[in-house]
C-alpha cells in the first residue's frame, strides 16, 4: 500500500465512522461516566468490521475499497486483534498483513483523528503476553487495584483477577478469549504465577460478593475445596487446558457473576 492510497483509505473508514457513530452514540452514550467514544474501542471495532466488509461484497466499489480489495486479492485478510498499545492502554483493531488500522483511534483521547492507519512494527501494538502485563496496563488505564481470585477460586485458573475502581466497582478479569487462551496455553503457570503474586481480595469485599450472588448455584462458583493457586496445579494435572466442554462451563459460571460487586 502506498502513502497515498494510505491516505485515502484512511479519509474512507473516518467516512464510515461518521454512519457507525449515528448508532453507536445512541446505543452506548456512556462508558461508565465518560461519553461516547471514550472507551468503546471494541464496539467501534466490530461495527465497522462489519460495515466494512459488507462494502466489499458490492459489486461495484469506490477507489478506497478497491485499494483494500487488492490487499486481499494478494492473499491479506482482515482480521480483528486486540492487545497493548505502548503498554498505556488495551485497543481493539483492526490487521491487514503488515498494517494496523485503527478504526477506534478516538477511544482514549477524543482529540486523536478517528481513524489511523500504519505500518505494525511501528504502530507499538502487541499482543499482550502476561498477566503481569495486563495488570501493568489495567493499573494505569483503568485506575483500578488488582488482587487475586480468591472469590471464586475454581474459576481462577482461567478468569485470575478481581479489579477495583475508585468508584468501588469491582469485576472478575481478565475475561475475554485472549486472555482465556493465554492461560490455557501456558497449561495455567502463567495464571498461577500472578495469583501467588498477588494480595488476596480483602474479606469485606468478598461477603459482598456472595451476599450479591447466593441465588447462583453454579458448582464452580461454590467450589472452595483448593485455593486458587491449587487449581491451577489440578486443573494442570487433569489436562483440563484441552479441554473446550471444561472451558465453557467455566466461561457459562463467569456470565452468572459478570455483573460485578457495586459496594459505593
Known amino acids: 500500500m502506498e ?3 494510505k491516505i485515502a483509505l484512511e479519509q474512507y473508514l473516518a467516512e464510515l465512522r ?22 468503546r474501542c471494541k464496539e467501534i471495532r466490530n461495527a465497522m468490521l462489519e ?26 485478510t482482515l482480521k480483528p486483534a486486540w492487545g497493548s498499545l505502548r503498554d498505556e492502554y488495551f485497543q481493539n483493531a483492526i490487521l491487514l498483513g503488515a498494517w494496523y488500522i485503527d478504526t477506534a483511534n478516538d477511544t482514549v483521547n477524543p482529540n486523536k483523528p478517528r481513524v489511523e492507519i500504519v505500518k505494525l512494527e511501528h ?11 495486563f495488570c501493568l496496563i489495567a493499573r494505569k488505564y483503568w485506575q483500578v487495584t488488582i488482587y487475586k481470585n480468591d472469590i471464586y477460586p475454581a474459576l481462577a485458573p482461567y478468569i485470575p483477577l478481581v479489579c477495583v475502581n ?21 497449561c495455567f503457570v502463567l495464571s ?18 456472595y451476599q450479591r450472588y447466593s441465588d447462583k448455584t453454579a458448582h464452580l462458583l461454590s467450589d472452595t475445596a483448593h485455593s486458587a493457586a491449587e487449581f491451577c496445579q489440578l486443573y494442570r494435572e487433569r ?26
Open 239 to 264: 489436562q483440563k487446558e484441552s479441554d473446550l466442554l471444561f472451558r465453557d462451563e467455566v466461561v457459562k459460571a463467569y456470565l452468572l457473576v459478570a455483573q460485578g460487586v457495586c459496594v459505593a
Open 123 to 133: 504502530s507499538g501494538f502487541r499482543a499482550i503476553s502476561s498477566f503481569e502485563q
Open 166 to 186: 475508585s468508584l468501588g466497582t469491582s469485576w472478575l478479569a481478565a475475561a475475554n478469549d485472549d486472555m482465556i487462551a493465554l492461560a490455557r496455553k501456558s
Open 3 to 5: 502513502e497515498n492510497q
Open 18 to 39: 461518521l454512519i457507525v457513530d449515528l448508532r453507536l452514540t445512541a446505543q452506548y452514550p456512556y462508558f461508565s461516566d465518560k461519553p461516547y467514544p471514550l472507551g
Open 51 to 76: 460495515l466494512l466488509q459488507s462494502r466489499l461484497a458490492m459489486p461495484s466499489l469506490s477507489a478506497p475499497l478497491q485499494i483494500l480489495k487488492n490487499e486481499l486479492n494478494l492473499g491479506q
Open 192 to 209: 498461577e504465577r500472578i495469583l501467588n503474586e498477588l494480595p488476596s481480595t480483602p474479606i469485606s469485599l468478598k461477603q459482598h460478593w
